[in-house]
């Protein structure tokens, strides 16, 4: 797992930059919640101050592996 300004990254295998099929990608906060890298998603307008991406269900078992849940 990868460090990035207080993130741990969870899946993926380079450098996050989504140069090398490196994306999306699931990290972990450091107070424990999680943030998400991918596609934005366009199918509904969120609220304000907040986004939409769209990750692979495989992306997310990833994750759940390396969390071991």
């Known amino acids: ?3 990035r300004a207080g993130l ?3 899946t993926g295998n ?3 930059e989504c140069g090398a099929d490196d994306c999306p990608n699931v990290y972990k906060t450091e107070g ?3 943030v998400v890298q991918g596609d934005v ?3 509904f307008t969120p609220p304000e101050g907040e ?3 769209e990750i692979p ?3 997310l078992r990833e994750a759940f592996d390396v969390l071991g849940w």
């Open 8 to 10: 741990t990254r969870l």
């Open 14 to 16: 380079g450098n996050g």
């Open 51 to 53: 986004g939409l991406v």
């Open 57 to 59: 269900e495989s992306v």
């Open 1 to 3: 797992m990868s460090e």
């Open 32 to 34: 424990g919640s999680f």
């Open 41 to 43: 998603f366009r199918g």
